[in-house]
C-alpha cells in the first residue's frame, strides 16, 4: 500500500478513535452549551437547545456520568457551570458534587429549553445562551466535536457552516475506503506504526473491569458470567467475550464516570469494536502483533461502514461495530481475506435491520447480541460457510453489501427513525 495512503488512515483512525466519557450524544450537547458560556463569559441566565432527531433520541434516556441522573437537563446544566470545550467529548471531566448541586438547581428555575429542530443533519446541536440582552451561539454539526458556528450579539466569530445537508462523514482530505484498503492497511502496514491501537484495548479493558467490581445498569455482564450464565451458557471464549463488551456498555449507559475508546463518534461502537476481539486474544493467547492488526481490521471498518452509513442512523451502531469485531475475530482464527469478507456478508445478512431506539441501559443487551452474531459469523466464515448473493440483502461483491446496508440504515429506514422518536417523546 502506497505510503501516503497509509499516513492518510493513520491519521483517519486517530481522529475517529478517540476517548469520551458518557454517551457521545448528550456530551455532544454539554461541549456546545460549553462553548456557548465561554463565549458568553457569563453564566448563562436561559439557555435554549435545539436538536435534531437522532441528537434528541440518544440522550433521551442515558445517564450522565457522575450525576447518578438521566437525559439532557443536567447534561446542559453542567456544560454551563463547569464544561470545558478543549475537553472535548470529555467536557463534563471536572464535575464536582458541589457544581451537581448548581446544575440541579438551575434545572429547578426552568431556565433550561430543549427543543426538536426539523430539517436538519442528523447530527445537529444548536445552543444560545442568554444574559440580560446579551447571547451567544453556537452549533455542532455533521461530527460531534465540530463546532461550525459561533456567534456572539450577532457578531460571527467563526462560520463553517455548510450550503447542503447531506449526512456525511467523508471529508475533503479522507481517504475513501473500500474492503481490500482495509484489509491491506490492517495487515500490510508496519506494526510499529500501529501500536497506538493498543490504546483503544487498554482504555475499554479498565472500563468493563471498573463494571465488573460495580453494579451498573442491568448487569448484562454479571448475568452472563454468573451461575445460571454458567449453567446454561457455559465458560468459554464466547461467553467471556460476551461479558466482558456487556461489562463495559452496562457501566458507561448508567452514567458511570468511566472513560471509553469510541469509534466514529460512539463510545459503544469502541467498545464493540474492541471488546470481543480483545476478549478473543486473551483467550488464545495470540501474540501482540495479532491483537495489533486485530484491532485495527476491526476499528477501521467499522469506520469504513459509517463514511457511508453517517453518524447517526436508525440502524443500531452494534451491527456495525459487531461487523468489525467479526472481521478481527476471524483474522485471529486464521482467516484468509476471502473469509473475512465471508464473515462480514454472514453480519449483514443476519443482524440488519436492529433499530436504534436511543442511547439507555439496555443497550448492553444489543451489544450481546451483535457480539454474538460476530461470533457465529466469524465461526461460519472460517468453515467457509457464508450467506449467497441468491439471498437477500447480499451481493458477490462484500463492498456493495456494505454498501447495501448502508443505504438500508441511513436512506430505507428514515420511517422507522421518525416512528421511534414518536413513541419515545409521547412516553416522556
Known amino acids: 500500500m502506497d505510503i501516503t495512503i497509509q499516513k492518510q488512515i493513520i491519521e483517519l483512525i486517530k481522529r475517529e478513535v478517540v476517548p469520551a466519557i458518557g454517551c457521545t450524544e448528550p456530551m455532544a450537547v454539554a461541549l456546545a452549551v460549553a462553548k456557548a458560556s465561554e463565549t458568553l463569559a457569563k453564566t448563562p441566565q436561559k439557555i435554549e437547545v435545539f436538536l435534531s432527531a437522532n441528537v434528541l433520541k440518544n440522550a433521551m434516556g442515558v445517564g450522565i456520568p457522575g450525576t447518578g441522573m438521566i437525559g439532557l437537563p443536567i447534561a446542559v446544566a453542567l456544560g454551563a457551570l463547569i464544561g470545558k470545550s478543549e475537553y472535548g467529548l470529555e467536557v463534563l471531566r471536572d464535575i464536582t458534587p458541589q ?33 440580560e440582552a446579551e447571547y451567544s451561539k453556537v452549533i455542532i454539526q455533521k461530527e460531534h466535536t465540530q463546532v461550525v458556528l459561533v456567534e456572539k450579539n450577532g457578531e460571527k466569530q467563526l462560520d463553517k457552516q455548510e450550503s447542503d445537508t447531506l449526512d456525511t462523514n467523508l ?3 479522507e481517504v475513501a475506503l473500500t474492503f481490500s484498503k482495509v484489509f491491506d492497511f490492517a495487515t500490510q502496514t508496519p506494526v510499529h506504526d500501529l501500536e497506538f491501537m493498543l490504546e483503544s484495548a487498554e482504555l475499554n479493558r479498565r472500563a468493563a473491569i471498573s463494571s465488573i467490581n460495580g453494579s451498573y445498569g442491568h448487569t ?16 468459554s471464549a464466547f461467553t467471556h467475550m460476551l461479558s466482558m463488551t456487556a461489562a463495559a456498555c452496562d457501566a458507561r449507559m448508567d452514567g458511570a464516570f468511566i472513560p471509553v475508546m469510541s469509534n466514529s463518534g460512539s463510545g459503544n461502537q469502541g467498545i464493540a469494536a474492541t471488546l470481543p476481539v480483545l476478549s478473543f486474544a486473551d483467550d488464545i493467547k495470540c501474540s501482540q502483533e495479532q491483537l495489533i492488526r486485530a484491532l485495527t ?13 453517517g453518524r447517526l442512523s436508525a440502524l443500531c451502531g452494534c451491527v456495525v461495530a459487531a461487523t468489525g469485531a467479526s472481521c478481527g475475530i476471524t483474522y485471529l482464527m486464521g482467516g484468509s481475506k476471502l473469509q473475512l469478507s465471508y464473515a462480514i456478508k454472514n453480519m449483514i445478512g443476519n443482524i440488519t435491520g436492529m433499530i436504534c431506539d436511543g442511547a439507555k441501559p439496555s443497550c448492553a443487551m444489543k451489544i450481546s447480541s451483535g457480539v454474538s452474531t460476530a461470533m457465529l459469523s466469524a465461526l461460519m466464515a472460517i468453515e467457509n460457510k457464508v450467506v449467497t448473493s441468491s439471498e437477500g440483502i447480499i451481493d458477490d461483491d462484500v463492498d456493495k453489501s456494505i454498501a447495501n446496508l448502508t443505504a438500508i440504515g441511513s436512506i430505507g429506514m428514515e420511517g422507522t427513525d421518525k416512528l421511534v422518536l414518536q413513541i419515545m417523546t409521547k412516553k416522556a
Open 220 to 235: 448484562v455482564c454479571k448475568t452472563v458470567s454468573g451461575v445460571n450464565g454458567k449453567k446454561y451458557l457455559g465458560d
Open 99 to 131: 457544581s451537581l448541586e448548581e446544575g440541579k438547581n438551575m434545572i429547578e428555575k426552568r431556565c433550561i429549553d430543549i427543543s426538536l429542530k426539523d430539517n436538519v443533519d442528523k447530527l445537529y446541536i444548536e445552543v444560545i445562551c442568554r444574559y
Open 297 to 309: 481490521l476491526s476499528h477501521l471498518m467499522v469506520i469504513y461502514i459509517k463514511q457511508s452509513l
Open 171 to 173: 471529508q475533503e482530505d
